[in-house]
């Protein structure tokens, strides 16, 4: 149960398109197309972004959008915003019931 | 509107228990998996514990497992986290959410917990 792989930080300006990988294992990411992507401002609960990959809840912008290589999975953040900025988490379906959480990326608009 | 609540947090000594509380509202709480899931102080989120429907299938990260136990009154609409051998390793934000499968759709605003002498 070893935390998936995201990049400590990920910059960008305005307007521009910015990805956050999330590496797993076969055990994980790679087995299950149950990705989701969660944003957390500070001192919130995270909200969902994306579930099962590429799925975007209702009333989530479609400036987010999710997708899946082999044992990682990204998240695409088009159009940045300030409101952007916020620390987003990774979630897959680790096999015989369990969850594992990616590492954690700060995005910070710049 | 669907809404999560929290309760129970607070200052505990190693070695001690704690039990952990989440209300839910505005929605069929029965029909959902729950789960907990935590974020010590500048850390990232840890999922902690999942439930089914019935509460008859639990699952737990392997830190917890032994020690915590997750279960539900879906009369009262009602997710608990009972909670013993607390450690330093546990102080941390618990959060309580709903499973809809495969996501986390609703989030309470958190419980803190602190384990310290």
């Known amino acids: 149960q070893s935390a998936l792989a995201q990049p400590a930080s990920v910059s960008g300006s305005p307007e521009q398109s910015i990805t956050i990988s999330c590496t797993g294992t076969s055990s994980d990411v790679g087995s299950y197309d149950l990705v989701s992507w969660y944003q957390q401002h500070p001192g919130k609960p995270p909200k969902l972004l994306i579930s099962?990959?590429?799925k975007r809840p209702s009333g989530v912008s479609n400036r987010f959008s999710g997708s899946k290589s082999g044992n990682t999975a990204s998240l695409t953040i088009s159009g940045l915003q300030a409101e952007d900025e916020a620390d987003y988490y990774c979630c897959s379906d680790a096999g015989s019931g369990t969850y594992v959480f990616g590492t954690g990326t700060k995005v910070t608009v710049l | 509107e669907v809404q999560l609540v929290e309760s129970g947090g607070g200052l505990v000594q190693p070695g001690g228990s704690l039990r952990l509380s989440c209300v839910a509202s505005g929605s069929t709480f029965s029909n959902y998996y729950m789960l907990w899931v935590r974020q010590a102080p500048g850390k990232g989120l840890e999922w902690v514990a999942k439930i089914n429907q019935d509460g008859r299938e639990k699952t737990y990260v392997d830190s917890v497992r032994g020690r915590f136990t997750i279960s539900r009154d879906n009369a009262k609409n009602s997710l608990y986290l009972q909670m013993v051998s607390l450690t330093a390793e546990d102080t941390a934000v618990y959060y309580c959410?709903?499973?809809?499968?495969?996501?986390?759709?609703?989030w309470g605003q958190g419980t803190m917990v602190t384990v310290s002498s």
């Open positions: 959410a709903r499973d809809p499968r495969w996501a986390f759709d609703i």
């Open positions: 099962e990959v590429t």
